[in-house]
Structures are given as C-alpha cells and as structure tokens.
T-cell receptor, first 114, second 112 residues
Framework: KQEVTQIPAALSVPEGENLVLNCSFTDSAIYNLQWFRQDPGKGLTSLLLIQSSQREQTSGRLNASLDKSSGRSTLYIAASQPGDSATYLC?????????????FGTGTRLKVLA | EPEVTQTPSHQVTQMGQEVILRCVPISNHLYFYWYRQILGQKVEFLVSFYNNEISEKSEIFDDQFSVERPDGSNFTLKIRSTKLEDSAMYFCASNDHGGGYTFGSGTRLTVV
C-alpha cells in the first residue's frame, strides 16, 4: 500500500533563505507526482507536476525533483518570501492500471518570517 | 486560467440531514473527483468519476455517499444522512487524461 511522508512537518525560516521540502513514498510504481500549496482554510493550488519519466520541473522560484527509484521528491524554494507561508503537500498517483487517484502526504507547514 | 468552482463555501447541517455539495469542473476535463480533509488530517480520496460512472472509490465512500453528473457541467456529492464525523473540507477536482489535478476551493461542511 502506497504511503507518502513529508519531512519536516513544520519549518520556520527568515525571509530570503533557500529551503528544501522533502517527500518520500514507499512504492516507486508511480505515474506522476504533484506538489500543491494550501493556505489555511483554503483549497489546494497546484505548483508543479512531474511525470514519472521526468527528473525535475521548474516554475519561477520553485524547483521540484523526482528520484523514483529511491522514492523521493524534493521541492526547492529559492529566496523565500513571507507570501510563501503555507502548507505544502506532496501527492503521488500510483501507476496501477485504472486508478487516477492521488495519495497525499501530511504536508509541511512553512512560515517565512519577515 | 480555468477554475473548478465549488458551492457552497460553507454549509452547516444537522446530524441526520442530507446535504448536496456542488462542483463545476473544468469544461474540457473528463475525470472528476471528490476528496475530503478532516481538520488537521491528510487529504483523503473519496471517489473518481469518468464516463458517467464511478471508476474508483475508497472505503470511506460507503452507501451514505453518492455522486452524480446531472447535466453537462455540474458534479455533485450527496451525503444521505450526515454524521458528526462527516464534518470536513470537501474538495472537488478534475483533470484530463495524464494531467495533474485542478482543485476547487472546497466546501467546509459542519455537522452539528
């Protein structure tokens, strides 16, 4: 059964720092992996989608990498800003035929201090 | 940018009452989903819907739950007889084949 873990659970950094959020999954048979941002009491905003054949994706100050064989993904945030404060969720879609669901991690709650 | 729209944003209902949560997925998407998130817990899969039928459901999605696409745009989740433990944020999502999800902003359901 696929399980997704995110470390750390919470992180507080001063503005301007570069930081790395970690996601690990127990079954390497995935179709893709998606990183989301969730603001308190709000919905999920897609940040980056990495297909299983890809090693990384970039969008602005965000870079996500995928090492499928070791069951890991990292989200790198450059030059963090207070507006980056949110919970970051990692979700994997298993490559099992006929399934399109995502399995979510518990998230990393990020606070960027001004 | 296309959005998934959910209504209402917040619903309060009495235990035992029926509720219907509504979603308008992105128009050219073919796959639709409901997820829920109990306060402080993980986002959990409930059900996926494709070609006018349920394609997959979780063990949470028991006989109290049902989904429907009553017309070409709406996608609904019905909870027949709500329980206190159904209190959660309910998220609708959609995608096309192989693509990532787009989520709605959620409906906060409070059962009292």
């Amino acid at each position: 059964k696929q399980e997704v873990t995110q470390i750390p659970a919470a992180l507080s950094v001063p503005e301007g720092e570069n930081l790395v959020l970690n996601c690990s999954f127990t079954d390497s048979a995935i179709y893709n992996l998606q990183w989301f941002r969730q603001d308190p009491g709000k919905g999920l905003t897609s940040l980056l989608l990495i297909q299983s054949s890809q090693r990384e994706q970039t969008s602005g100050r965000l870079n996500a990498s995928l090492d499928k064989s070791s069951g890991r993904s990292t989200l790198y945030i450059a030059a963090s800003q207070p507006g980056d404060s949110a919970t970051y969720l990692c979700a994997v879609r298993p490559s099992t035929s006929g399934t399109y669901k995502y399995i979510f991690g518990t998230g990393t709650r990020l606070k960027v201090l001004a | 940018e296309p959005e998934v729209t959910q209504t209402p944003s917040h619903q309060v209902t009495q235990m035992g009452q029926e509720v219907i949560l509504r979603c308008v997925p992105i128009s050219n998407h073919l796959y639709f989903y409901w997820y829920r998130q109990i306060l402080g817990q993980k986002v959990e899969f409930l059900v996926s819907f494709y070609n006018n039928e349920i394609s997959e459901k979780s063990e949470i999605f028991d006989d109290q739950f049902s989904v429907e696409r009553p017309d070409g745009s709406n996608f609904t989740l019905k909870i027949r007889s709500t329980k206190l433990e159904d209190s959660a944020m309910y998220f609708c999502a959609s995608n096309d084949h192989g693509g990532g999800y787009t989520f709605g902003s959620g409906t906060r359901l409070t059962v009292v």
